[in-house]
């Protein structure tokens, strides 16, 4: 679904073509093991089926900034940096969790 929502075709990654027309027989039937925002923002881009419309959430192509759960202050500094600048090519951003919702961080330079 992943590959789908990112125009890229799944037969790279070994998938059959029974296996990507079922995708959204087994996504209808909750036989995806996902987080909610992840598959429903994946099929929102991927558009697979008029009956899985899916919902957009553009936290999910966002580095998330959650120290209990991912505290950059643990890799060493030398590498954090230039590690964050190849992230942020290959995505839309930070984002950070506030009240229960994933907040876009506008100013990079705040970054532990």
């Known amino acids: 679904m992943f590959l789908l929502a990112n125009n890229v075709d799944p037969s790279i990654m070994g998938y059959q073509k029974e296996d990507i027309e079922f995708l959204p027989a087994r996504i209808a039937l909750g036989a995806l093991r996902l987080d909610e925002d992840e598959r429903d ?3 929102y881009l ?4 008029p009956n899985l419309k899916g919902k957009e959430h553009a936290h999910v192509e966002t580095i998330h900034l959650h120290k209990p759960t991912s505290d950059l202050e643990l890799v060493p500094a030398r590498f954090r940096f230039p590690l964050l600048k190849i992230l942020a090519k290959y995505t839309k951003g930070f984002t950070t969790l506030k009240e229960g919702s994933w907040i876009p961080v506008e100013n990079s330079a705040s970054l532990p």
Do not use: G, Q, R, Y
């Open 46 to 49: 991927a558009k697979l089926s």
């Open 41 to 43: 923002h994946s099929l």
